[in-house]
C-alpha cells in the first residue's frame, strides 16, 4: 500500500505558486495576443483581395497542420540560428502558442463572419457604408457575439497547452512539479496536487462553455 | 429639367450569362416606375445597377444629370466604365433601397436601425440623428416601437422600419425589390399603403412588384421585362389593360389565373 504524503509538496508551495502565475501569465498573453491578431488574419482571409487573402491563408494552414509542441521546439531551437540571437522559453512558448491561437482563432472569425446572411453587408452598402464600415457597426457586432462560445472553448484549450512549453523548460505549472518530483521521488503526490490546480483553473470555462452553448442555440 | 436618372444602353452580364440586353430608361423627378416581369428577366438586377450593388458589365448611369463610373481603355481596345468604391459610396447615399427580407439590423433597436445612415455615413450629429429617424418612423406609423429590437416586430412592421432606415438618408430616388414578396398576404397591404404615400408625396420611385393590383394604381409608367430587355412600357391602362405584346398577354393572364366573381347586390 501506498504511502500518501502530501507534505512534501504544499511545503514547495511557492515552487507550485511560481509556475501557477507562469501559466496564468502566459496563457492570458497569449490569449490577448491571439484573438486580437486573429481578428485581423481572419478579415484578411475572408477579403476576396488575393494580397491579403494568400499570405493569411498560408499562415493558417501552416500553423493549423502542425503540432504546437513541433512549433515551440522549431521557435526555441531553429529560430534562434536562423536570426542568430537568443530566445529564451518564455518567448518560444508565446511565440508557439500564439501563432497557433492566431491561426485557430482567425477560422473562428472567419467563420462567423460567413455566418451572416449577405444581406446584412448589402443593407449597409446601400446605406453608402464602406467596407469597413459594414465591417464595424453591422457585421462584427453580430458576428462576436455568435463567436464567444468558440473563443471560450479555445482559450480553455489554451490553458491547457502551456503545459507543452516545460519541454523547453519554460517555468510553467507542469515544469515545476517536474522539478519538486525529481527532487522529492515524489511524483503521485506532485502530479496528483498540479492535476487538480489545472481542474480548478480550467472546469469553471468549460462550465462557461456549455452555459454560452446553450444561450447560442435558443 | 434634368432626369434623376438616366439610363443607357444598361447590360449585365454573370460570367456567361448576359441579364440585361441593352436597358434604356429615364425616371423624371416624382416619377414612380414600376418594372413587371417573370423572375429571371432581369428586374431585380436592373434595380440592383441603379445604385450599383451589381456593377454594370456596360452602358452609362446618369444620376441627377451625372454619369456615373470613369472612363477606362481596355486592351482590345473598346472603352468600358469602371466603378471605384468611394464614388459609388457617395451615390448609393442618395438612392434609397427597401429589400425583400426587410435586411433590418437585428442587433440594434429600431431607431438605432433607422438613425445609423444618417450618423455612421452622413455624419450628422447623435440627436439630429435622431430626431430625424423619429420623423422617419412616425411618417410610417411606428414610432411607439422605437424602443423594439426587429425580431419583435411582424413582418410588415419590419418592412416599414426599412422604408423608414431608407428614408432617413433622404435620398432623391427610392428603389423598391420586392418588398412585399416575403410577407404573409395579411401583411402585405399595410407596406403598399406606405409606398403609395411616398407616391403621393411626390417620391421619385422605382418599384418592382409581382402586386399588379398595386402596380397599375402607382405606376406613372409600367415597364414590362422579358429576356432583359424591356419588352413593352407604356401606361398602366396600356400595359395592363391593352396590352400590345403577346408575351406581356401571358404574363398578365398568368397572374389573374384566379379571380373571385364579383358580388352583385
Known sequence: ?218 | MEPILKIEDLHKSFGRLEVLKGIDLTVNKGETIVLIGSSGSGKSTLLRCVNFLELPSQGCIYLKGILQGTEKSMKSGKTNRVYHESQLCKVRTQVGMVFQHFNLFPHMKVLENVMEGPKTVLRISQKEAEQRALQYLEKVGLADKSQSYPARLSGGQQQRVAIARALAMEPDIMLFDEATSALDPELVGEVLLAIKELRDEGMTMIIVTHEIGFAYSVADKILFLHHGKIHEAGTPDEVLVRPKEQRTKEFLAGHNQFQIPQHSE
Open chain 1, 1 to 218: 500500500m501506498y504511502n500518501w504524503d502530501f507534505g512534501i509538496v504544499f511545503s514547495n508551495w511557492n515552487v507550485l505558486g511560481i509556475g501557477l502565475l507562469n501559466t496564468i501569465k502566459l496563457a492570458a498573453l497569449c490569449l490577448v495576443t491571439g484573438l486580437s491578431l486573429g481578428l485581423l488574419v481572419g478579415i484578411a482571409r475572408y477579403s476576396k483581395r488575393k494580397i491579403f487573402n494568400w499570405p493569411a491563408s498560408i499562415f493558417v494552414e501552416v500553423f493549423r497542420n502542425t503540432p504546437v509542441l513541433v512549433q515551440i521546439m522549431w521557435f526555441f531551437f531553429a529560430l534562434p540560428i536562423l536570426l542568430q540571437t537568443q530566445i529564451n522559453a518564455f518567448s518560444a512558448a508565446f511565440l508557439g502558442l500564439t501563432m497557433n491561437t492566431i491561426a485557430f482563432s482567425s477560422e473562428i472569425f472567419r467563420g462567423g463572419i460567413q455566418s451572416i446572411a449577405p444581406g446584412q453587408w448589402e443593407a449597409g452598402k446601400a446605406l453608402g457604408m464602406t467596407y469597413v464600415q459594414q465591417m464595424q457597426r453591422v457585421i462584427l457586432p453580430q458576428a462576436i457575439s455568435r463567436m464567444i462560445p468558440a473563443f471560450t472553448n479555445r482559450g480553455v484549450e489554451l490553458v491547457k497547452m502551456t503545459t507543452l512549453a516545460s519541454v523547453i523548460a519554460f517555468g510553467e505549472l507542469l515544469h515545476q512539479a517536474k522539478t519538486i518530483s525529481t527532487i522529492y521521488f515524489n511524483p503521485i503526490e506532485t502530479y496528483t496536487v498540479v492535476a487538480l490546480i489545472f481542474f480548478v483553473l480550467i472546469y469553471p470555462g468549460t462550465l462557461l462553455v456549455r452555459k454560452l452553448e446553450k444561450r447560442a442555440d435558443q
